[in-house]
């Protein structure tokens, strides 16, 4: 466990869609429609209703771009509503990459605060179907994470949730790292 200003950020190994924190994260695609991944995990576990307000948001503002946020209900989740992000595909690094991930990570975090959420689990975003090298995006998930909450405050938990041990080891070393090196 970490602390973050006054939140507690847990890192786990497991699904996210067994998550009990008031929301949880989607790695989406701009098109909110669903996917593979986390996606469809989430959309298979939370069922149709989840898509439904997808569509809703899509005819209301076309899709969700690459950094950003949008919120549905958690529909048969535990989670009683799903935060869409979308991050970036690698493409060698040289293409915003960091700051897009980044972005999704901290506007994720905008939208439950601004909800009155109090507690989101987040996926590795960005580091399945889309490349990302998990090392680089743990250390841009956990300091944006970190300055957010510093910063900001609102939350009582923040949860990584892992879905390989490998990944668990990579996050949590990163959150170490950013530990050790001070404030
Ligand atoms: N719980 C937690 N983590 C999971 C789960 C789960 N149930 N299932 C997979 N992961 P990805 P991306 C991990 O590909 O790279 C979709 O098709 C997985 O092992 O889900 O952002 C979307 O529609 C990996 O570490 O997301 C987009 O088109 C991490 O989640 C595209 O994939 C992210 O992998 C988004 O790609």
């Known amino acids: 466990m970490f602390k973050a200003g006054s939140t507690k950020v847990v890192l786990i190994q497991g699904d996210i869609t067994r998550q009990d924190t008031e929301a949880i994260v989607n790695a989406a695609n701009s098109s909110l429609l669903g996917g593979g991944g986390v996606d469809g995990a989430i959309h298979r576990a939370g069922g149709p209703q989840i898509l439904e307000e997808c569509k809703q948001i899509r005819a209301r503002q076309g899709g969700c ?14 989670a009683r509503y799903v935060i869409h992000t979308v991050g970036p595909v690698w493409s060698g690094g040289g293409s915003r990459e960091d700051e897009l991930l980044s972005s999704a990570y901290r506007n994720s975090l905008q939208l439950a605060v601004s909800r009155g959420i109090r507690s989101v689990s987040f996926p590795s975003i ?38 390989s041990e490998k990944d668990f080891n990579t996050y949590r070393e990163a959150w170490e790292e950013l530990t050790a090196a001070g404030d």
Do not use: C, H
């Not at 950094?67 to 989740?77: H, K, P, R, Y």
């Not at 990302?132 to 956990?142: H, K, N, S």
């Open 65 to 78: 771009p690459a950094g950003e946020a949008v919120i549905t209900g958690g529909g048969n989740l535990k």
């Open 126 to 163: 960005s580091t399945g179907a889309y490349g990302f090298p998990t090392g680089r995006a743990a250390r841009v998930a956990a300091s944006t994470v970190k300055n957010f909450l510093e910063r900001e405050g609102g939350l009582d938990e923040v949860r990584f949730v892992l879905f």
